[in-house]
């Protein structure tokens, strides 16, 4: 299984006090390349884990690998952000919005089921996720 990361799918596996981490615990064990992302994810994760050092430490194992740079899709992401501007998309939004249209055999991986079920890949197309089970 491929997949993009997302920032509540890399916090809950990070973190034992969130609600979804036997989920993603679980979900991870089920993954036998690195699952990609892109930096402000990576960001995010840090601030909510309140500690940059997880987020090394999932770089260096191999969890996750950077797959975007923003610098080379600034038009789309700024075209993706205006498009969406009524669900006030942060950037970690619309680059995980772009990598599914990069790397559309990839399912991304996260906590947000309120916003991907809204924002779409190639402007018409849903993008797959996978997200924890629903309580």
């Known amino acids: 299984m491929k997949g993009i990361a997302d920032t509540g799918f890399l916090v809950a596996f990070m973190s034992r006090q969130d609600r ?3 989920w993603a615990v679980g979900l991870a064990e089920q993954f036998t390349e690195p699952l990609l992302t892109c930096e402000a994810v ?3 994760t840090a601030f909510h884990l309140r500690n940059c050092v997880p987020v090394f430490t999932l770089l260096k194992q191999r969890l996750v690998e950077l797959a975007f ?3 080379d ?3 789309q992401l700024e075209a993706l952000a205006i498009c969406y501007a009524d669900q006030q998309p942060d950037l970690a939004d619309v680059c995980l919005i772009r990598m599914s249209e ?3 055999e990839h399912r991304v991986i996260t906590t ?3 916003d991907f079920a809204v924002y779409r890949r190639n402007k018409r197309d849903v993008i797959p996720v996978i997200l ?3 309580r």
Do not use: G
């Open 102 to 104: 990069l790397f559309p």
């Open 132 to 134: 924890p089970p629903e």
């Open 20 to 22: 979804h981490h036997n």
């Open 42 to 44: 990576l960001a995010e």
């Open 73 to 75: 899709h600034v038009a």
């Open 112 to 114: 947000d089921r309120r």
């Open 69 to 71: 740079d923003s610098e």
